[in-house]
Every structure is written in structure tokens, then in C-alpha cells.
């Protein structure tokens, strides 16, 4: 199938998660893209923060409608859905299964895997004035440091560290249990929101010493099938090789 | 005006912000609706997380639609704007619009207030093992505790404290260069977003020292005009009466 779409341009970064779902639906609805990687120096500059006020990634810019901008991931990938999958593949038809896949994108958003990590101290190359580093996860501006904070060994504030290890599986629970009763998130057949959250996955990994597969069985059933796909294979296979180009895993 | 709609059923939260967003909208629409608050157990029990699978508010159970359930406040407030805002009173109607609107949904859902507070050792009554509390504030479960944190005199991490701090004045920064630009965050026309950003700001508000309007006129102008509708008058007044009447401020 050849396309007459020109390709969506897709702001986004190398290792961290949030164009990653962008590109996951786009790839899925076979919507011809070019994914460019900013730096977050460049995400400040006046270039990007004319498109993105609040100078994070994800943005798109589709030039079949005039280089329409839309930026926020959930926001970005619902303009793609209402946009391009006008046959239903991923954006419920049904009035329920939408606003239960409403719903669970949002909690995507809201829910998604924060965590702490202690301030290395001890290094002279990163001087940070806390006794602990907030990284939100996935947004731009903190992610380049995420590699280098998460290998360092919590000593200082372990209870801290656990207390948002177990929000995580707080969260994977919620999907479990859910996934116990539908095969996917949203009812019996797989919406966007299945592919939305499976990028933060990388970071609830971290989470040590968790047999996943065991812990929550239906989630994993779930997990194996999404990552059997081809398109999400194939999405998968360009960010895990940007990752090891950039942070070496 | 009288309505031929049944009631929709707002599950809140008396004092977090969360709910309240919803309500805004509700209101402006003349929809009716009867906001129940529920205390953190009662979110947590199979009850109600029969409705909302993660056990936070707001969830809004329409009976008008044989019952419908939406949670997260960003998934109600689309629904109740599909369903119930036919005329484009805050739901925008040109493209361009729909989707700067959305961006800036979702920014609101994703950039919010969270602050650090150092956790109250010296008390008895709420033994924290950690040195250091996270509040996201106005999600349910937090929330309860927020006003006994919050008058906790930042001690051992103020430099956390103020580091959050500052992401809060970056955010409102943001908000006051576009409206510096445009009347409104999505354009020239009041649309549901306006609306979305407002209860967030009793926790901007608790940064100290800063002259809201000399550092964010923009801000300031769009701030007191939200602030003078008569809609928005009537739930500031109930919920802030809640407040008082629950944490005493």
C-alpha cells in the first residue's frame, strides 16, 4: 500500500519514553513519519518553544493539514487517531470502550512511573545541592540524566526509593487485575491505549528483584502478546538501539 | 432555563483539587450534576473501584446514558464536553483551536503543582519512615494529609522545597508568555481549558513571597477574569467553604 501522505514530523528524544508512544500508533496505523531527536538545550530555544510553549517532547507537525502542531503526548496521539484511523483499528468505535479508553489513557498520564533517587555527592562532574533527585521519568528535561542517576546504589534513603518501588507495582497490579477480566485494558480487543502504555515499561524494570511474569500473570500474557506484533517489534527494536547507542542499554 | 436531565453522579474529593476541575465544567454547562465526596478508605474499597480500577477521584457515572462511567478528571471533562457541550460553549469548533486546547489539557495534567515536604519526625501521630514526603498533591490518596504537611516549616531539604518551587513559577511563566500573546491559553475565546487550570493554583498559591501579579500580569489579567464568573464564583464558593470547613483554611 503506497500512501499520498506527506510524513508527520515527530519531536521527540532518543531514550526517553513519551514520543516512543507517539511513534507506536503511528507506525501501527502505517502513517509515514519522521521521527527527529532533540536535545534538551534545543527544546528551550525559541525554535521549538514556538511550536511547544512548555519546551518538552513530544510534539507533531503534520503538513496535510497546513503544519498543524499538537504537542503533549496524549494530545498528539489523539490528534493522529481522530486524524488517520478513521477505520476504528485502534480508536474505539463504541461510546463505552472510548471512554473507558479515555480513561485509561489518562491514568496512563497521571499514573505513569516516577522515581527517586539519591544525589550522587560524591561525584564532582554533576553538583547537585539536594540529599535527593526527583526524576520524572520520560519528560525530556530529565531524562538525560536518568542513566547516570539509576545506577548509582540507593544508600541514603531506601524507604523513600521503596516507597514509589511499590507505587509501581501498585500500578501494574491495577493493569493486572484488570487484564484478569479483559484481554485488553479497555475490553476484548486492543485500542491505542494498550500500545500507550507499554513504553514506561523500561523504567518500571528497574524495580529489582520482581518476577513479573509470576507476580502478575495476566499482565504478562498481555505484555507478550503487544510485544509479539510486528509494528511494535519493529518501534521497539529502533528505540532499544538508539538507547544502547546513547546510555549503553 | 429547566433541564430534562437526570443528575450525573461527580465522585470528588471535598478538598483536592481534582474533582473541582470537573465541577468548573459542569457548572459553566448548566449540566446538573451532584458531587459526592468520598474519604481515601472509601476510595479504596471494591465498591467504588468497581467504577474507577485505580481507586482515585474523580469518576462521573452518567445516568442519562444507562449509567456510564468515566475516571480521571481530564477523560470526564472530554465526556461531559462530547456529550453535553453540542452549542461549543468551551468545547472548541475549529480544528486549529480543538487541538492547541488539548496540548494544553494535557500540560495541565502533567505539569502539576507537586511539591516536597520534609516529613514531621518530631510527631507522634504519623510515624513516616522516610525523611522526606512526597504530596502529589490533589490526588485523593495525598490529599488528606496535605494541610498538615503543608504547615510544616521546610527544615531539612529546603533546597528540594525551593527547587519544586521554581518548577511551579517556571509552569505559571509558561502560562504568562502565551497569555501575553493570546486572551486565552488556546486563542481569543474562553474554552475548557481555562477552566481545567484554575484549582491547581490554591497550591501555587502556597509558595511564599511572590507578588502573583507584578511577576505574571498576563497571568494576573486572565486570572481575575476567570475568577469573576458568575459560574465559577458559585463553585470556588462551595468548594473553598469545604475547605475551610475540613482543614480550616
Known amino acids: 500500500m503506497s500512501s499520498p501522505l506527506k510524513p508527520l514530523t ?3 528524544h532518543k531514550t526517553g519514553p513519551n514520543s516512543w508512544k507517539v511513534a507506536l500508533i503511528l507506525s501501527e496505523l502505517n502513517v509515514p513519519y519522521e521521527h527527529k531527536f532533540l536535545e534538551l538545550a534545543e527544546m528551550k530555544e525559541e525554535a521549538y518553544e514556538s511550536l511547544n510553549p512548555n519546551g518538552r517532547v513530544p510534539t507533531v507537525e503534520d503538513p496535510n493539514f497546513g503544519g498543524r502542531v499538537v504537542w503533549e ?15 476504528h483499528k485502534l480508536l474505539p468505535k463504541d461510546e463505552t470502550t472510548k471512554w473507558t479508553a479515555r480513561s485509561w489513557r489518562d491514568f496512563q498520564m497521571s499514573g505513569k512511573f516516577d522515581r527517586y533517587v539519591p544525589s550522587p555527592k560524591s561525584t564532582s562532574l554533576l553538583a547537585f545541592p539536594t540529599d535527593l533527585i526527583y526524576i520524572r521519568i520520560g519528560q525530556g528535561p530529565y531524562f538525560g540524566q536518568y542513566s547516570f542517576f539509576i545506577n548509582y546504589h540507593p544508600e541514603k534513603l531506601p524507604s523513600v526509593i521503596s516507597r514509589y518501588e511499590n507505587e509501581i507495582l501498585r500500578i501494574v497490579g491495577v493493569m493486572d487485575k484488570q487484564l ?27 524495580v529489582p528483584d520482581v518476577k513479573w511474569e509470576e507476580r502478575f500473570p495476566s499482565w504478562g500474557r ?16 529502533e528505540w532499544m538501539g538508539l538507547r544502547r547507542s546513547v546510555i549503553g542499554r
Do not use: H, N
Open 222 to 237: 498481555w505484555w507478550r502478546g503487544l510485544q509479539g506484533r510486528e509494528k511494535v517489534e519493529g518501534v521497539w527494536g
Open 180 to 206: 484478569s477480566k479483559t484481554t485488553y485494558l479497555a475490553g476484548e480487543a486492543m485500542t491505542y491505549v494498550d500500545l500507550m502504555w507499554l513504553p514506561y515499561f523500561i523504567v518500571a524494570f528497574r
Open 73 to 87: 503526548s496524549g494530545a498528539c496521539i489523539d490528534y493522529v487517531l481522530e486524524t488517520y484511523d478513521k477505520e
Open 10 to 12: 515527530l519531536w521527540g
